[in-house]
Each structure stands twice: as C-alpha cells, then as structure tokens.
C-alpha cells in the first residue's frame, strides 16, 4: 500500500541558511499534519492543513511557513535555521478528519 | 492543558514475558485515543484508535483498552521483534479544539531473546 513520502531523508544545512522539506499524503488523503521531533523527544505539532486550507497552527516559529498545493502535497519551508532547529521533521496525512494520521518516515534536518 | 503521560519509560522484557504499559491522560474532549510504534529513525507506525471507555482493540500480540483516565496496552508473549518505542496519542472531539495529536513521550520496549 502507499505510504505517505517525504523528501530528503535527510539534509544538513548551516545557521541561518533555508530549507524546504517536502511531504506527499497517501493518493486521496485530503490533510497534512506537518510534526517536529527532536532527539529522544515525543512528536510536536506545528502546522496542519485540510483541502489545501491550513486548519491548524501549533508550536511553529514565525521562521518557518508551509503550504499545502492543489495536488495536495505540502511543503514547509524553514529559514534562518537554528541549531535547535535539528530534529526529525515528520508529515503525517489522513483521509478526512475522522481517520487516523499515517505518518511518513520523516526529514532529518541537522543544522550546524 | 492537554496532557499525556506514558509509564514506564522503558521497560525490558524477556521474550514470551507478557506485560501492560500506561497511558493516563487529561484533555477536555476526548475524541479518539491513538497507539503508535515507532522504530529507530522511522515514522509512527498506527496501531489502534479507541474512542470509548470500555472499548478494546487488537492486533497479533497486542491489545489496547481505554477508561476514562487511561489506557493500557497490553502485549502478550512478546518477540524481539517486538521492541520499539510505543507512542500513545490523544485527539479532542471537533467542539473542542483542532484534530492534530498530542503525543506522551513514549515507552521503550526490549524485548530480549
């Protein structure tokens, strides 16, 4: 079965540089729940979206923004990057908002 | 505030020892409590979603039950390759707030051969 796919696995950036992290929802998953997970932390909450409309916004610094496209892949753009900023970036899409949230296998973003 | 607290933070067990972990939690409109595994460097894998009191899931060795204030899950004669963090997850019903997840912090599972 399809799973949701992020793109890259992983990226190393410099402080202050931008990053783009992508996520395609599993083919008819309607919202995307972008999560941020640092090491041996639980997974936060930033930024979700349903039909293309941000629904929810969580702990997301003003650095970082994102978007959901009409072919309902998202993207969550990130600058001025921070060393605290290296976590596991993971998106996550369901099917309506009543289904459980599938989670991709995530970005590991290292700033340094 | 929402809050999700896991117990124990890890737990070792030998292969075939049956055991629970916890998940208490205290949110204001509870839609759905969620179990998830997550391996080294992986996403959360979705388990289960138990949306009442009373209400009982399970899958192979695993079983996850739900009360008022908690839930359990429950594995039985566990394998190796069972080990992995298990993640519990609450969601608040539509009046109360948005749909995304508030996760505990997990309890890391080793199951030794």
């Known amino acids: 079965a399809a799973g949701v796919i992020q793109s890259p696995r992983h990226l190393i950036k410099e402080k202050r540089e931008t990053a783009t992290l992508k996520c395609y929802p599993i083919?008819?998953?309607?919202?995307v729940y972008w999560y941020q997970q640092g090491p041996g932390q639980d997974p936060q909450f930033l930024i979700s979206?349903?039909?293309?409309?941000?629904?929810d916004k969580g702990s997301i610094p003003d650095r970082f923004s994102a978007q959901q496209f009409s072919d309902y892949h998202s993207e969550l753009n990130m600058s001025s990057l921070e060393l605290g900023d290296s976590a596991l970036y993971f998106c996550?899409?369901?099917?309506?908002?009543?289904?459980?949230?599938?989670f991709g296998n995530g970005t590991r973003l290292t700033v340094t | 505030e929402d809050q999700v607290t896991q117990s124990p933070e890890a737990l070792r067990l030998q292969e075939g020892e049956s055991s629970s972990l916890n998940c208490s939690y205290t949110?204001?409109?509870?839609?759905?409590l969620f179990w998830y595994r997550q391996d080294p460097g992986k996403g959360p894998e979705f388990l289960f979603t138990?949306?009442?009191a009373g209400e009982e899931k399970e899958k192979e060795r695993l079983k996850a039950t739900l009360t008022k204030k908690e839930s359990f899950l429950h594995i039985t004669a566990p394998k190796p390759e069972d080990s992995a963090t298990y993640l519990c997850?609450?969601?608040?019903?539509?009046?109360?707030?948005?749909?995304?997840?508030?996760f505990g912090k997990g309890t890391k599972l080793s199951v030794i051969p």
């Open positions: 997850a609450v969601q608040k019903s539509p009046g109360a707030g948005s749909y995304q997840l508030t």
């Open positions: 979206f349903y039909e293309k409309m941000q629904s």
């Open positions: 949110v204001s409109g509870l839609r759905g």
């Open positions: 996550a899409s369901a099917g309506g908002i009543h289904s459980p949230l599938h």
């Open positions: 138990l949306y009442s």
């Open positions: 083919p008819r998953h309607d919202t």
